[in-house]
């Protein structure tokens, strides 16, 4: 069944990220994301912690339980849709190091180089990976925002968009490296993935829980795109070989 098959790629990564070889090229990523992943939760639950005090001070005695019952719903939309949002801003400064993660995991699994480039030509193609991170929240904002929208409209319904939606995101942000080292386009590999959209709802699946449980979510971002490449080496590489 390709939904597991996906969750299987991506929990391969955690495989991936302790091989020799890649435990270096890991480490930027796994940094970047655990000092802004982590410091930003630390103070977004300290202004909520702050906000339901105040709120509690303006509530009659009788209702002051109602702060038990806001803090569970407060969680849950931080870590599904808080989440979503921080991976694809927290993206853009992490992309030319999730990149050459990525080219280095298919070098680790195929044997065979990306390319020759030195340090200076991937200095150099910098300012075209920011651009594809640019593409990507391009892409994300306006239907996130209608989801958004949705939630409050049909609020099951919309739930269940936008978990369906989540899932589909973290797929095109993680595999979409290894095809950006490849340089296919954008548009490209949204085809791409929809020719196997279980597989890929199931990879985005086993990102987004992973991303809900603290302390792990930290290490999201390199095991996602590690599992990503393995997922484009066997499923979509042998199509631009020919």
Not at 77 to 102: E, R
Not at 180 to 188: A, G, T
């Amino acid at each position: 069944m390709q939904l597991i098959q996906g969750m299987e790629y991506f929990f391969s990564g955690f495989k991936l990220i302790s091989q020799k070889g890649l435990k270096r090229f890991v480490l930027i990523p796994l940094v970047i994301n655990i000092l802004l992943f982590g410091s930003s939760l630390f103070f977004l639950f300290g202004w909520l912690s702050d906000s339901f005090s105040y709120i509690n001070t303006m509530l009659p005695e009788w209702l002051s339980w109602l702060e038990w019952l806001m803090w569970p719903i407060a969680v849950l939309t931080i870590l599904f849709s808080y989440g979503m949002l921080f991976t694809v801003i927290t993206n853009f400064i992490a992309a030319p190091f999730n990149g050459l993660l990525s080219e280095k995991v298919e070098l680790h699994l195929t044997g065979q180089k990306v390319n020759d480039d030195g340090l200076a030509d991937l200095l150099k193609d910098v300012p075209r990976m920011l651009g594809r991170e640019w593409t990507k929240l391009c892409y994300y904002l306006p239907r996130a925002i209608g989801f958004f929208i949705l939630l409050w409209i049909l609020p099951v319904i919309g739930q269940v968009l936008w978990v369906l939606f989540s899932c589909w995101m973290y797929a095109v942000q993680y595999e979409d490296y290894t095809f950006d080292n490849h340089k296919i386009s954008f548009r490209e590999m949204k085809n791409d993935l929809q020719q196997k959209q279980t597989l890929s709802y199931g990879f985005g699946l086993a990102v987004l829980i992973l991303t809900a449980i603290p302390i792990i979510n930290l290490i999201v971002m390199p095991v996602a795109v590690c599992g990503g490449t393995r997922l484009w080496v066997e499923n979509y590489r042998s199509k631009y070989r020919e």
